[in-house]
């Protein structure tokens, strides 16, 4: 197999002088090429499959709820004043905005909105939701490399974002170093 691998890197590098130099590559490098360009045909799906399970394994093993719980709370002073501006800012909370006590209305929503989401991802119920739904996505993902979907599949280019999903200030601000 080393064997193999050194007649494909070699005939590579061949090609890639000849062709610097405006030559053709001759028929036996052109040969090896064609052969190895053969063998990554044949390997290539029966390792894709072996590396999606083995990242299957490593990903049903995390509890990403409470990474996300983690970065939350990490973030809770951010997340706190960005909903703030966003509901401020907000068209259809022009003449609400007006009343007195708006400001404790939308900090303490926002408070609860965020105790409830952190305590509904510590849920190990949360948990199984997430991780039943990375598996069923890598089931499809390896079912479709199996059956060679993804083959006639045409790339197109995502669809653009709506117009109320833009933000102004598209780009995000560094963000400053905290005490830990």
Do not use: C
Request: proline share 6%; aromatic share 2%; glycine share 4%.
């Amino acid at each position: 197999m080393l064997a193999v691998l050194v007649l494909a890197v070699g005939a590579a590098l061949l090609t890639r002088w000849f062709v610097r130099r405006g030559l053709q590559s001759p028929w036996a490098v052109r040969l090896v090429n064609h052969a190895t360009d053969r063998v990554v045909g044949v390997v290539k799906r029966p390792i894709t499959i072996a590396v999606l399970d083995e990242v299957a394994d490593v990903i049903q093993t995390g509890h990403y709820t409470k990474n996300i719980s983690d970065a939350l709370l990490e973030n809770r002073r951010e997340l706190r004043d960005l909903v703030a501006e966003k509901v401020k800012h907000d068209p259809n909370v022009r003449l609400i905005g007006k009343l007195p006590g708006y400001d404790l209305v939308v900090q303490e929503v926002t408070e609860t909105t965020m105790r409830v989401l952190v305590e509904m991802l510590a849920d190990p119920r949360m948990d199984e939701l997430v991780s039943d739904l990375l598996r069923n996505n890598l089931q499809q993902i390896k079912r479709a490399v199996r059956e060679r979907q993804h083959e006639s599949v045409s790339v197109s280019p995502p669809d653009p974002a709506p117009n109320s999903a833009r933000s102004t200030s598209a780009t995000r601000a560094p963000r400053t170093q905290r005490g830990r």
